[in-house]
């Protein structure tokens, strides 16, 4: 009996196009989840970070946490002192992130300073938290600075006295000597929880300069 042939046997290149687009959708899947839930990359441009962080260098920032945080229903809260990536609201205050628009410089990084109902001040270079916990007050970067060429420098520009808002994160760039970082001490305002985009955890690029945060 003569076997009737099959439809990939009929049409090889149909067969040859379907496959590839099949493929390709499950890249472009497989890609979707791994920077939505997981993580994604992001070139640093300029120096606010520095020393931590040059201009041109690739950070990975992990997803997981905001994923899971989020799937439960509640906010991510990053830690102190952690550095991360963000939405950048544009110059006003945005604190519904559905309002978010494109806008210049669309993801900021930063470093973690204070949380809400934390008093943040800055007088004479020094940067100072107070809570319920350190009435007196404390320096945060006393955990952060690890050496005099990596973490936060030491002189931090500015006058201020701010009371974080509830829902709200107080960040800071590692360079704050002037206008060198565009922070929540001079004009970019406190950050909402639901901006933040996740914890940057490795540098990759340069590889000569791969390290973990």
């Not at 006003?92 to 494109?102: H, Q, R, S």
């Not at 829902?167 to 001490?185: A, H, I, P, Q, T």
Request: hydrophobic share 35%; aromatic share 10%.
């Amino acid at each position: 009996m003569e076997q009737t042939p099959s439809f990939a046997q009929k049409y090889p290149a149909l067969k040859d196009i379907l496959s590839f687009l099949l493929f390709a959708g499950a890249v472009a899947l497989g890609t979707f989840i791994l920077n939505t839930f997981i993580f994604r990359s992001y070139n640093v441009i300029g120096g606010s970070m520095e020393n931590t962080l040059q201009s041109g260098d690739r950070v990975i920032v992990n997803r997981v946490p905001v994923s899971m945080a989020h799937f439960a229903e509640k906010e991510y809260i990053p830690e102190r002192g952690q550095v991360i990536v963000f939405a950048n609201g544009g110059n006003t205050a945005i604190t519904n992130c559905d309002a978010l628009t494109d806008v210049k410089d669309q993801y900021i990084i930063k470093r973690v300073i204070a949380f809400p109902g934390e008093r943040v001040t800055v007088e004479d270079g020094v940067l100072t938290v107070y809570n319920d916990e350190n009435p007196d007050g404390f320096h945060p970067d006393d955990k952060t600075r690890k050496s005099d060429t990596e973490g936060p420098k030491s002189e931090t520009s500015g006058s201020v006295n701010v009371i974080v808002p509830e829902g709200e994160l107080f960040v800071s760039g590692d360079n704050r000597e002037g206008s060198n970082s565009y922070d929540s001490r001079n004009g970019l305002g406190t950050i909402p929880f639901c901006r933040v985009i996740g914890p940057a955890v490795m540098r990759i690029f340069p590889f000569t300069g791969i390290k973990f945060f």
